[in-house]
């Protein structure tokens, strides 16, 4: 067992541990059933990003340069 920890907007938390609540469902049994309903089926969550936005990050210097920066840092942490 293991124990996972995300930061969510308030009003978010609140709003789904009531919601959970009134159908009187442990909101941690939730969060396991979309864990495991994802992992065996991760088409279900469909993300998209449009390649023109990616485009327009990259083209940006000073998002580049900040992405660059973070990239650094995380090999100083991780390597």
Same mark, same amino acid.
Request: hydrophobic share 40%; net charge neutral.
């Given at each position: 067992?293991?124990? %996972?920890? &995300?930061? =969510?907007?308030? +009003?978010?938390? #609140? #709003?789904? @541990? !009531?919601?959970?609540?009134?159908?009187? @469902?442990?909101?941690? $049994? &939730?969060?396991?059933?979309?864990?495991?309903? %994802? $992992? +065996? !089926?991760?088409?279900? =969550? #469909?993300?998209? =990003?449009?390649?023109?936005? @990616? /485009?327009? &990050?990259?083209?940006?210097?000073?998002? =580049?340069?900040?992405?660059?920066?973070?990239? #650094?840092?995380? /090999?100083?942490?991780?390597?």
């Amino acid at each position: 067992m293991t124990t %996972y920890q &995300i930061r =969510v907007d308030k +009003e978010l938390k #609140n #709003n789904f @541990l !009531k919601t959970t609540k009134e159908r009187w @469902l442990d909101w941690s $049994t &939730i969060i396991r059933y979309f864990m495991e309903s %994802y $992992t +065996e !089926k991760p088409e279900i =969550v #469909n993300f998209t =990003v449009e390649k023109d936005f @990616l /485009d327009w &990050i990259m083209d940006d210097k000073k998002i =580049v340069s900040k992405l660059w920066k973070i990239s #650094n840092k995380l /090999d100083d942490i991780w390597f």
